[in-house]
């Protein structure tokens, strides 16, 4: 029994590198070219959907959270103990660089000097970080993100840094719930509300970018911050952490927990700080690839279905004679399935290099400008390499169906051409 | 040797019946040449396929070397045909996308012969039908005739007991068809069972005996 199975893979196999060798190249390349099609939809589609998230996640973790973010405790006001934290956090091997940070609410004013008594008030509320400009660009690179004016310096006084979308000229639309401030740019005054403290500063810059923790907040110095807050005790908010290339985040976390920095403050990786609804949101587009790469499956299946079939068909006179001098069905049905399989490994092959060869670098330098992130393709070895198993498996079925379908006709009306 | 008794073959087409073979008791004897002929219609090429196990008949028996096919299944007949038949159709019917040499090879590698020595046993059987050096070329690229010896090469490289031949010079020209009935005469003459189906009287002549069917029976012995 597995002396014939053998016999006929490898009478299968001879007659399908034949046939593959001398059929038309055209044909051939038309074929191949609908399974790469197939592969780039299976693997592209749903690698968009969820890259689209995913590349909001890696800016929320690249300009905000970094890689290890240790806040405060929900019941408490500030981290106790942030100058011990912080040195233990510097003192971790795979610290690259930390940014504390002050975060305080915030009323936003302004054109105060030319509001008069029953005009709505020009305001806007925020979250105002008071950082260290090298220290958290170190982290964080926020200089970056500031695209008119320029980024704080360490002496700045009363200088803040303010995100786009507190600013009205820069929100596409009006929403309630979300007031922003009119007529403001850079060099104009405002006037900073925390509890019964009120302060004027300047708008030293613009931060543009498409991380909500950025445009819909202001940063300024932390001294002048800690100033306003009265706080001296040196204890802060937050503390992102950068770790060095290649190391894992999760161990840091840990690191600093055996280390009792949870005593003191929430220790959260990028990931574990993601909002649940980000989490959902990367499921429902990661099922919603699912389903689009399955309809790809059937749509690569019913291909080489009709190609198996149209070419069986066309040579279900050959089929018959080859039945006819002796040669089994078995090793007839091999050969189509070496066709498929064929096919599909060379057009998965090519999908592979175009994916991992061109399309993922090129989408990572060139990323796609979807209005909420900055969309990546995302296509991990495992699961891509699971998807050329199903489709190798796909196509397996659908060139072995067609050519069973052809293969048990009778053999004399297949020589005779009779139906 | 083959043995028919009472052989009928009956197609059907809906409520219409027509009997194509009426009752044919016929023995070809180990090493004959056997001609059948008759005009078109008169079931010539339906007993060779009876005969050949390619179809099935309706009823009576056919006997092969004391064995009777009707217990068969249809695999043990693939099995018989690959082993003890060798066949030339009218249309060469040799496969388009392999060599005259790869043609020959492939029943020889269904019975389990190794790709090197189904190789070397049809570069012999090529040689023995002056196609040697044919050997590499595509069915595409041969004549008529040479893409008929190719065929032939084919039925006999496995030494099979009974050569079945179905108007082998149907679609040849002369010379063509000549080269091959004169290679069917030299086969014959080393000891190899043919039966040849043909409409053509002086190749008919050439084998050993002769048979005629008119509508479905034997009517000239």
Redesign the interface.
Known sequence: MVTKFF?HA??GF?LAV??I???SLWTTSLIIFVMILTFLNLVVVSGILVGLIQGAVDQVRTEFTSDVIVSTLNDKSYIENSPGLIALMEQLPQAQAISPRYSEGALLEANYKTHKVGDKPNTAGAQIFGIDPAREDAVTNLSQSVTEGSYLAPGDYDQVIIGQFLLSQYVPVDDPNFAALDNVDVGSKIRIHIGDVTREVTVKGIIKSKVDALTRNVFMVDSQLRSIIGRNDGNVDQIAMLLREGADPAAAREALKRSGADRFAEVQTFDDAQPQFLKDIINTFNMLGAAFSSIGLVVASITIFIVVFINAITRR??IG?????????G?IEFSYVFQSIFYALIGSSIGLALVYGFLVPFIAAHPIDFPFSDGILVAPIGQTMFRVGLLVAATVVAGYIPAWMIIRKN??DA?LGRN | MIQTTNLIKTFRDGDRETRVLKGIDLTVRDGEFLAIMGRSGAGKSTLL?QMSL??DPTGGEIIIDGRDTRTMSA?EK??F???H???V?QDY?I????TAR?NVA??L??Q?KS?KEARAIAQEALARLNLAHRADN?PSQLSGGEQQRVSIA??IAHRPSVLFADEPTANLDNDSSHTIMKIFQELHKKGQTIIMVTHEPQYARLAERIITLDDGAMVMV
């Open positions: 016999l490898r009478i001879f034949r046939h060798r001398r059929a006179k050959y004679i080859m039945k006819g001098i002796g040669i089994e069905a090793a053999t004399l020589i | 396929y390619l179809d695999r693939t099995s045909r690959l082993t038949f060798g066949y159709f019917a496969l388009p996308e392999l790869e492939m029943p590698l269904m389990g790709p595509l084919r039925a």
